[in-house]
């Protein structure tokens, strides 16, 4: 079977509506066509700051939403990315393959840098999308199930995983990117021309999956919406109103066109307060469920363990084979 690898941040206490649509809902459906590993990368919420005391209880809520959604331990492999060692081993031989200019190049570093103020970004947020390519390699990964924002480090990934092919002998799959159009860029409500974002949009710009539903609802009755009142699809022109369609649309399974007639002839409001009501019906199984896996850390855990020795499993013999073609010694 193929294999996929996606990774996600437990910086946040919830995940978003962009990281479900764009990423974590369609990690669901593959776990039954390929052999899938998701992980939760706590080495890359690290980079920018972060409360040691919050860290390792913001992993377990990022493996309880995971579950929540229907990752299922059974069919997939769920792990926690600081449990398995050889992810930072295989950072640093691909950071010594890569250039400089090459990680400067990466635009999120210097969002993300500039919005630190440059002096204060670490090293470790240039490094970051270096960790996340021996994150994929490691696994061998073909597909990479991902939201638009991360192609960039998707195609430096590629790039790596042929510069060590060709300078020490084939030994990585290159993987291809899996980005699923429709729903890559979810907007921010307050600003639907920028995505979704925990860092960088407003908290009425974003709707979390653990929020309180009402707040939710609350949070799209004011979003920001076009001029005119016709409900069409255009992200072009009516961005505010794509947005809301995309999300309305992928979280009930009902098509834009559907939805385009369906609301012929009335406005916004009725639009947003519909949604709203959608999204209640969306999060609260997942509230339900969320608050289940929390409630028995110890077994939660024991199931990350199992996860991260799966995931050895794997990791084990690539980096293995890489130690040998750079001429190290055998990890012991
Ligand atoms: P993170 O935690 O920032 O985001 C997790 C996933 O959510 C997607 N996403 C979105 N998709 C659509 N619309 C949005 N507004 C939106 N916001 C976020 C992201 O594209 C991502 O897929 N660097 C990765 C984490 C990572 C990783 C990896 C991913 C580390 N190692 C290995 C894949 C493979 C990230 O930004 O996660």
New binding site residues.
């Given amino acids: 079977r193929p294999r996929v ?5 437990p ?1 946040a206490d919830s995940f ?1 509506l ?2 479900y ?4 809902g369609h990690w669901v459906a593959l776990q039954d066509t390929y052999d899938a590993f998701y ?1 939760v ?1 706590d080495l ?1 919420a690290i980079t920018a700051g972060h409360d040691p005391r919050m860290l390792a209880q913001r992993s377990r809520v990022a493996a309880a939403q995971l579950l929540a959604v229907g990752l299922d331990p059974e069919r997939c492999t769920l792990f926690v990315q600081s449990q398995v060692p050889e992810h930072a081993q295989l950072a640093w031989v691909l950071g010594c393959i890569t250039g400089f200019g090459e990680a400067g190049r990466m635009t999120q570093f210097k969002d993300k840098s500039q919005r630190q103020g440059n002096e204060r970004a670490s090293v470790g947020l240039f490094t ?1 999308p270096i ?2 390519a021996a ?2 390699l490691l696994y061998q990964a073909d597909a ?7 192609r960039q ?1 998707l195609e430096l990934s590629r790039d790596l995983a042929q510069r060590f092919n060709t300078l020490f002998g084939p030994t990585f799959t290159v993987p291809e990117a899996h980005i699923v159009k429709d ?5 921010d409500l307050q600003d639907p021309t920028a ?3 925990k860092s960088s949009s407003s908290p009425a710009g974003i709707v979390l999956l653990l929020e309180d539903a009402a707040r939710s609802a609350k949070k799209i009755r004011s979003a920001v919406t076009d001029t005119g009142q016709e409900i069409v699809f255009d992200a072009q022109q009516k961005p505010g109103v794509s947005n809301l369609l995309t999300i309305y649309s992928a979280l009930s399974g009902r098509s834009i066109d559907d939805l385009v007639a369906a609301y012929a002839g009335k406005g916004y409001g009725d639009l947003k307060k519909d949604l709203g009501e959608v999204v209640r019906e969306f999060v609260a199984p997942i509230q339900d469920r969320t608050r289940g896996y929390l409630a028995d850390p110890a077994q939660l855990d024991r199931l990350l363990v199992t996860g991260a020795q799966k995931a050895r499993a794997v990791a084990g013999p690539t980096l293995r084979a890489v130690y040998e073609r750079v001429g190290f010694f055998p990890p012991v």
Avoid: F, R, W
């Fill in positions: 690898l996606s990774g996600i941040q910086t978003h962009g990281n649509l764009g990423a974590v992980c990368v890359h970051y960790l996340q994150d994929i990479v199930p991902v939201g638009e924002d991360q480090h729903t890559a860029k979810i907007t995505k979704m974002s």
